[in-house]
């Protein structure tokens, strides 16, 4: 009886959060963009189009979520031929996202509150719901539950330490054990789930190395920057912000002096940040991308255009990946895929490939400007790039197959699902 009191108080505590995070929305959008547009794109409640009838439903936080689902996405609609509902929570993700022909609609995520889910399940009515990683909603979960809508959790990463797992969270984890089945990116994390009474687990891999594998044929050449690179070694750092971009202007001008080159890839590329960029390195002769002008010479090249990062790492000798003084490096997979050295600031924890990539020596963990620059002089040298190559293509090689693990699944369990 007090279980059960509990679980209801937690729930109920869990949607007063939720509106009153959507309340506090109101104020904050009168500053901050991204908030506005978060709540600009909720206005107005989805409904479905005419060809997204009985969907697989897939939600994504973002777009690093979105990398994730992509294989297991297309995989789905060319089997199955089943339609595709793909949801966004954040704006970039659906920003970038919402013309994406592999979906047949693609949507924001309405609030989590237990009428906007109840609403949005029985509109949508979805076949199949598929989480990505641990973007979980949980009165949208519950939704499904009471409409016997199948639920699983794909490329799913847990640390012990992960909220979850706190003796306060025990109801939620009881929606969590209502999954019939989560596919972990790891052992350690399907360890975790073991020892917490889950028993439904596949350690299946991280389905964007599917993916990631096929970058290297597909990535094409670029005219602009055979001419920038030359015969030069270039340090590509991607996705920067400005504390990545700090600790780079403080390291970069000797290297630029002695013949490297910088590609520079900032996470935002709005103008005001580019023209910042620009002043910054101002004293090296920066060219930017959308204005290349061809025979001028150039040290460092700001890329202000976006879908290029995953093509630039081939011209790479050394990659820097940003994010890891905030909330979390982005993806190192994509220059694992060329077999190069990357660093990143410490936030890196939430990602294997990254654990991967200090425990095999094939990239470095950079705190302070020195730790960059005895990054740069050990990994300058080929012999220590060519072990990196030799461990990370093991790396990849053994890690492939998730999306064939979870299809094989899709296939056992749904195989008439009408």
């Known amino acids: 009886h007090c279980g059960r009191r509990h679980l209801l108080l937690m729930k109920l505590l869990y949607t007063c959060m939720v509106y009153l995070g959507g309340w506090l929305t109101v104020p904050i959008s009168w500053f901050s963009p991204k ?9 107005v409640f989805p409904s479905p189009k005419p060809d997204c009838d009985r969907p697989v439903w897939i939600h994504c936080a ?6 994730q689902a992509r294989p297991v996405l297309e ?11 793909l949801s966004f929570f954040s704006p970039s993700g659906y920003r970038i996202r919402k013309d994406y022909p592999g979906a047949d609609q693609v949507i924001y995520l309405p609030l989590d509150t237990p009428a906007n889910a109840r609403c949005f399940i029985s509109t949508f009515r979805p076949r199949l719901a598929i989480m990505v990683k641990y973007d979980l909603w949980f009165n949208h979960l519950q939704a499904c539950l009471n409409e016997n809508i199948p639920l699983v959790l794909i490329s799913a990463h847990f640390t012990s330490g992960h ?8 109801p939620f984890r009881q929606i969590l054990m209502a999954f019939n089945r989560i596919f972990v990116q790891d052992e350690s994390s399907m360890r975790i789930l073991i020892e917490h009474g889950f028993s439904r687990v596949i350690q299946a891999g991280d389905t964007r190395i599917d993916r990631i594998l096929q970058l290297p044929d597909e990535s094409r050449a670029l005219p602009v920057l055979e001419e920038f690179t030359g015969p030069h070694p270039v340090l590509v750092a991607g996705s920067t912000w400005p504390k990545d971009e700090g600790l780079l202007l403080e390291v970069m001008p000797a290297w630029l002096d002695q013949g490297w080159k910088l590609i520079l890839v900032p996470h935002d590329i709005h103008p005001n940040h580019i023209q910042d960029l620009e002043t910054q390195w101002s004293a090296h002769a920066m060219q930017t991308m959308s204005h290349f002008n061809h025979g001028q010479p150039a040290q460092v090249l700001l890329v202000d255009q976006i879908g290029l990062l995953a093509y630039l790492y081939r011209y790479a000798t050394l990659v820097y990946i940003g994010g890891g003084f905030g909330a979390g490096i982005h993806n190192t997979l994509e220059p694992m895929a ?15 490939e990254a654990s991967f ?25 080929t012999p220590q790039r060519a072990h990196c190559r030799e461990q990370i293509a093991f790396y990849l090689a053994s890690s492939q197959g998730a999306t064939e693990k979870i299809l094989a699944y899709l296939r056992r369990e749904f195989p008439r699902m009408e």
């Open 163 to 170: 909220w979850l797992f706190k003796r306060w969270a025990r």
């Open 35 to 43: 908030i506005r547009e978060w709540r600009q794109g909720r206005k």
């Open 357 to 381: 990539l200090i425990e095999s020596g094939s990239g470095q963990v950079i705190h302070q400007p020195s730790d960059l620059e005895h990054a740069m002089h050990y990994f300058k040298d």
């Open 75 to 85: 995989a789905i609609r060319e089997e199955f031929q089943w339609p595709i509902l």
């Open 62 to 67: 973002s777009l690093g979520e979105f990398e």
């Open 338 to 352: 060329y077999g190069k050295p990357v660093f990143f600031g410490p936030r890196y924890h939430q990602f294997p």
